[in-house]
């Protein structure tokens, strides 16, 4: 990123043409070359509004059908939370197209009464139906105190504008106080062997915000075919996007970064691979979609990346309250791994993911990046201070195994109710 063109009046155009970029968006550039080591990196290539958003509008999930329909769903207050949804023939037609209700608060199920938020949306090519994945809560009082159930479950559709079929809750927590996050921000993805759900996990002050990875071969995630593959996954993000790449054989995880968009690459058994950056110039707020199929495998526009997300405003929370954009990237000449747009580091730190972090001394990448200690263990001089046996997890500075610990049950912390056992990292009726 540190070259110098040979060509002033090239770098000029540049600088002119991303101006008006950011001003008012552009189309893809009609020449490409290759000629630099910049041309390595995403470029920036068009931005749009999806919605103008007069209220909240975030977490959004992305998919453009096999028609070329490009359908939109997000966290929406009207107030409270619901699930709004659009869509239009093109990028360009989303904005004028309605946002219409799909999904909402109901009494069926007791974790989703209150609110109904986080879509992540996938097609089955089995019996061709939308399995809408989503987040809920549900508002109790314990005495005076005012607490949570929170929860994770899916609705099923023949249209993506629904009306949608509220399945079944795969994912419950117990209730927890008001100032703690729980469990959702689900996201699906059809994988090489089923299907995955990756969620935000947060029990208790004394638990470390993690990702959660489940499998199943149904997309409905029935209680007798869930896996925890992943118990703990460090977490870049509170609302992950989960994507599924089958030409690389890789799985994404898309966020926002502090100026960025960032998109975490993981092999098949979710080992870290890297982090591509893209900077289009628009900070994005909670949550960042990448545009996929029905399946959610990624998909290029006329050769290029798209983004979706909302951005910030003045009205609280500004993190949800502006407009929602989709941006358009040209994907670097090969897969780049975290050499292009990515944070400048003191001499001192080194770049994990969208982080700058000390790896003599950071628990969570001690020696290497993605190399957590245990909990309760020290990460001194680049290296953790102690490890618990293959198939066991640090919870608390216990060694316990996380598919069969019924106070430990596929995450720490998670305690399986009365009359549950744990089986596979999984609370189930005995």
């Known amino acids: ?50 919605d103008p958003n007069t209220t909240y509008l975030y977490a959004p999930s992305f998919m453009r059908t096999a028609d070329g329909t490009f359908h939109y769903w997000a966290c929406w207050g009207t107030p409270g939370d619901i699930i709004g949804y659009k869509s239009a023939s093109t990028l360009w037609g989303l904005e004028k197209a309605p946002l219409i209700a799909v999904l909402g608060p109901t009494t069926k199920f007791p974790f989703d009464q209150k609110n109904v938020c986080d879509p992540s949306v ?26 949570f159930i929170k929860g994770i479950g899916v609705a099923r559709s023949d249209n993506p504008s629904g009306p949608y079929e509220k399945i079944r809750q795969y994912v419950s927590s117990e209730s927890v106080p008001e100032e703690v996050y729980g469990i959702g921000q689900p996201s699906v993805t059809l994988g090489p062997d089923g299907y995955y759900v990756v969620y935000s996990y947060k029990i208790g002050p004394e638990t470390e915000h993690h990702l959660v990875v489940l499998r199943s071969s149904s997309p ?98 500004q993190h949800v309250t ?7 990237f040209l994907p670097p000449s090969v897969q780049d791994l975290g050499t292009c747009n990515a944070p400048r580091c003191p001499d001192e730190l080194t770049q994990c993911g969208h982080q700058c972090v000390n790896l003599k001394n ?69």
Request: charged fraction near 25%; glycine fraction near 12%.
């Open 362 to 430: 950071d628990e969570n990448n001690c020696g290497q990046c993605g190399n957590r200690c245990p909990a309760g263990v020290p990460c001194e001089k680049r290296q953790c201070k102690a490890n618990c046996p293959a198939g066991e997890t640090s919870c608390g500075g216990k060694c316990v195994n996380l598919q069969d610990d019924p106070k430990n049950c596929g995450g720490c912390g998670r305690k399986c109710k009365s009359g549950e056992e744990c089986i596979r990292g999984n609370c189930r009726a005995t």
């Open 122 to 147: 996938v097609r089955s090519p089995t019996d061709g139906k939308y399995y809408l994945h989503y987040g809920g809560e549900t508002e109790v009082k314990e005495g005076e105190v005012k607490k």
């Open 220 to 317: 409905d995630f029935p209680p007798d075919d869930i896996t925890t593959v992943v118990p703990w996954l460090a977490a870049p993000t509170w609302s992950a996007n989960l994507s599924y790449d089958p030409a690389k054989d890789q799985f994404l995880i898309t966020g926002p970064g502090t100026t960025d968009i960032f998109v975490a690459v993981f092999d098949r058994e979710f080992k870290p691979l890297g982090t591509t950056f893209y900077n289009g110039g628009v900070p994005a707020g909670e949550g960042v979609a990448l545009l996929a199929d029905e399946s959610q495998h990624p998909v290029e526009v006329d050769g290029k990346r798209i983004f979706a997300h909302a951005t910030y405003s003045n009205r609280p929370p």
């Open 1 to 50: 990123m540190g070259e110098q063109s040979s060509k002033p009046s090239n770098d000029l155009a540049a600088a002119v043409t991303l101006l008006v970029c950011l001003v008012g968006g552009c189309a893809e550039p009609k020449v490409r070359t290759r000629d630099s080591a910049r041309d390595a990196c995403p470029k920036p290539a068009g931005r749009g509004t999806i």
């Open 322 to 328: 502006g407009p929602n954009l989709w941006q358009g």
